[in-house]
């Protein structure tokens, strides 16, 4: 009974244990410049971070200024609100600051900006910030005791961004922050999978042989898989009582996780051992340069305008679909002919 020259190929290339070689092994050499690298990136994302900080410091000086008496709500949607006033309710701003020189009777919260009280002011209810921070201007500030503060501070100027122009999350700018996090993932990513491909080198070249030889059905297999832990999750946390419900969204979170990161390793693995086959300039046994250069394509193709989403969601379901069909490599090899 013959053998097809498919199935020859596969065995030859795919079914022998990804990452068992020598030649996977990084030189120290080359080791000790990828730590140089990532040191200086850091370096000039945090700069870049501390810059864009300072400059945001003492809140938005176009902001909306609100007199009089306002009895309900007040929002702030792609800009800063200033009250002078008197709020009975809450105010909220989405992209912008919340400074409140008067009074609000109620809870102030800045998605992507900062909540400043300045000197006088009253605020009666919690303070929820996300993406900036809280600041008062006196020594103890002027709230109810049993009032909350809520705060997690980074990424500011992004969430900002995003709220005034949410337009700009499906064409990102160019700049030398977004460039150098590129970069930072790129080098995340290929430590990661060596990582993984040294620890399970045998379940990484079964999942490649799959991705291989039926590429399609682990395709279908992870989309019902998205749909089932999403919709699945979300209506057994109505359903069950809160601590089955927590459990459950643990786990979810934990297969997620799991299964996104093999995914990954698996697809970075595979596409660059297809350029290893297909490019003359890049025929190499090498491991460490077939992941280094599905890395590099997958991050790229994640970060181009416009077209990212679709990237993004092609890699979330192969990975739910190779984490759902992991098993045995007898049952994903080519029949014989």
């Known amino acids: 009974m013959a053998i097809s020259a498919q199935s020859l190929m596969v065995n030859d290339l795919v079914m022998r244990p ?13 080791g000790r410049r990828i730590g140089v690298l990532i040191f200086f990136l850091l370096l000039m994302v945090v700069a870049s971070s501390a810059q864009v900080a300072s400059d945001t410091s003492m809140g938005d000086k176009s902001a909306q200024v609100l007199d009089g008496v306002s009895s309900g709500n007040v929002y702030g949607v792609g800009k800063s609100i200033k009250i002078n006033g008197s709020v009975k309710e809450g105010a909220i701003a989405f992209g912008g600051d919340v400074i409140v020189q008067g009074t609000v009777e109620g809870d102030v919260a800045a998605i992507g900006g ?85 620890a399970m080198p045998g379940a990484v070249s079964r999942g490649m042989t ?49 299964a996104g990161v093999f995914g990954r390793v698996v697809l970075y693995a595979a596409t660059g051992r297809w350029l290893q086959r297909h490019s003359p300039s890049l025929r190499s046994n090498s491991e460490s340069i077939a992941l280094l250069l599905g890395t590099v394509i997958w991050v790229t193709l994640s970060s181009l305008p416009y077209v990212w989403p679709f990237f993004v969601a092609v890699i979330l379901v192969l990975s739910f679909g190779l984490a759902l069909t992991a098993g045995r490599a007898s049952a994903w090899k080519v029949p014989a002919v």
């Open 18 to 30: 990804f990452g068992d070689t020598p030649a996977s092994r990084l030189p120290r050499r080359i």
């Open 114 to 198: 900062s909540v400043i009280q300045l000197e006088g002011s009253r605020i009666g209810g919690d303070v929820l910030v996300v993406g900036g921070t809280y600041r008062h201007f006196d020594k103890t500030p002027n709230r109810n005791q049993s009032s909350m503060t809520v705060m997690y501070a980074g990424y500011e100027q992004e969430l900002r961004d995003m709220m005034r122009n949410p337009t700009g999350l499906l064409a990102p700018r160019w700049s030398a922050t977004y460039i150098g996090l590129r970069l930072l993932s790129v080098l995340f990513w290929f430590v990661v999978s060596l990582s993984v491909t040294a």
């Open 210 to 258: 799959r991705l291989q030889l039926t590429s399609v059905r682990v395709g279908i297999i992870g989309f019902i898989g998205a749909l089932v832990v999403g919709t699945g999750v979300e209506a057994c946390l109505f359903v069950l009582p809160t601590p089955f419900s927590a459990l459950l969204g643990m786990m979810a979170l934990l297969f997620i996780f799991i």
